[in-house]
Each structure stands twice: as C-alpha cells, then as structure tokens.
C-alpha cells in the first residue's frame, strides 16, 4: 500500500492535534476579522459562542444517536471529556452560536461567520489529524484486488484499536479540509479587494464544501452501519449543509 507510511508517522494526540488546530483556526479568525475591519473582541467571542453551541449541539445529536446506550447510562451524556460528537452537530451549533452572539450584539452575523470560515477549515484539518492515531472517521476495510480504494489504504485502527488496511478517510478529509482553507481564504481576499463589507461569501463557501465532504467521504467510510435510503445519517445531514451553503450562497451574491 503506497500510504502505508502514515500508519508509521509519529502522529500526535488526539487532544493535543486538536488544541493546537482550535488555536490556529481562532488566530486565523482573528487575523482575517481584523482585515476587514472587525473588533478582535468580537471576533473572539464569536469563536468562544461557536465553541459553546457546536459542543452542546455536537454532543445532544450524539447522544441522540446513540440513545439506547445513554438511556442505560444517563450521566455519561454529560461526559464530554471522554469524547463522542456529532461533526455535522459541531457545525450547525457552532454557526448558531456565532449567529446569536452578533445578534446579540445588534451586529449583522454574515461578517463574522466570513471571519470564522477558515479558522473552522484548519480546525477541520486537525481534527482529521487527529483521527489517524485516535481511529475515530476510520476508512472501511480493503483488499488487494479494491483496485484504487488498495491505493488509497493503509494499515490503521479503527475506534477499538483494531488495525487492518483501511482507506485514509482521515487524510483525505485532511487534503478536502486544505482544499476548503484555501477557497475561504481567497473567498476573503476576492471580496476584501473588490471593496465591499465582507458578506457571507466565504462562509457559504465553506458551508457547501463541508457538506460535500461529509457526503463524499462518507462513501468510504468502515465506522458507520446504519443506513436509511443507501446513505448514513452523516451523509444526509451533509447533504442538508450542502443545500444550506448553497442557498445562502445565492440568497447573499451581490447582496
């Protein structure tokens, strides 16, 4: 298997992949807010709302999920250190976080969402990262004759430790989250040098492209046996950000 190096890479931990990311993306925001004329305040309290809502709507899709296990075990749904998130959750919460803090504020939440789009890539990027060690997004099992899902394999662990050649749903989630910074960032750049407010181009941007990636990938992934109509629910909430980002995309173009 040609990326079969990846499952000997001194990979870091999960946690720590993941802090290191958060700080990043939020620096990034920051950066980016501050170009076109935000308040660094602000722009970190509308990271702080996103965190707040994509962890508690995160981890409630979760639970739901799963509510067999937590009807029998009630007070590990509050548990949120031992992990178990929704990603399609974490972004709908955190853009319903961030939403409410600029209303909050009687700000008009399109600019800071914009600002909050490519620190959201480089968080998505880390988290994928961080799942190549930890086993979590793992990749269904190949074999030999899989042909190019072979080549896109190598020998990692799911949830339970259990190596075996795997597609690297991680890295390509990674290579997707790189692809989704760079749009965001020239989507910012785009409208910052046209000489208008920044509107939620980047952010719709951004909104479509997770969605994407979560329905793509989700092809591919071994960790998911629940399906309705030969799709996860993963798959179908992508799809429902997909439609979403388009939709704003179209509702805000020469807004």
Do not use: K
């Not at 939403?99 to 998505?124: E, F, H, S």
């Not at 092809?219 to 798959?235: E, H, K, T």
Request: aromatic content about 8%.
């Amino acid at each position: 298997m040609p990326l079969d190096f990846l499952s000997r890479l001194p990979l870091p931990e999960y946690r720590a992949a993941l802090t290191v990311g958060v700080l990043v993306g939020v620096t990034l925001s920051l950066w980016v807010g501050r170009r076109h004329g935000l308040p660094v305040l602000f722009v970190l309290d509308g990271a702080l709302a996103a965190a707040v809502g994509g962890l508690l709507l995160g981890r409630l899709a979760y639970v739901a999920a799963h509510l067999a296990y937590f009807r029998e075990h009630p007070t590990a749904a509050l548990a949120l250190w031992q992990g178990g998130l929704s990603a399609p959750g974490v972004v709908v919460g955190g853009v319903a976080g961030a939403g409410g803090l600029a209303r909050i504020r009687r700000r008009a939440p399109d600019p800071l969402w914009n600002a909050l789009a490519p620190g959201a890539a480089v968080i998505l990027i880390a988290a994928y990262l961080s799942c190549l060690r930890a086993g979590c997004a793992c990749g269904r099992e190949t074999w030999p004759a899989d042909g190019v899902l072979w080549a896109l394999s190598a020998e990692l662990p799911d949830l339970y430790g259990l190596r075996a050649p795997r597609v690297v749903v991680p890295a390509l989630g990674m290579g997707w989250g790189a692809l989704m910074l760079a749009l965001t960032l020239w989507a910012t750049r785009r409208a910052r040098t046209a000489g208008g407010r920044p509107a939620s181009g980047s952010f719709s941007l951004w909104l479509a492209l997770y969605g994407l990636g979560e329905f793509a990938l989700g092809f591919l992934r071994g960790d998911i046996a629940l399906r309705v109509g030969g799709l996860s629910a993963l798959q179908w909430a992508g799809l429902g950000i997909l439609v979403a980002g388009i939709t704003l995309g179209f509702l805000t173009t020469d807004r």
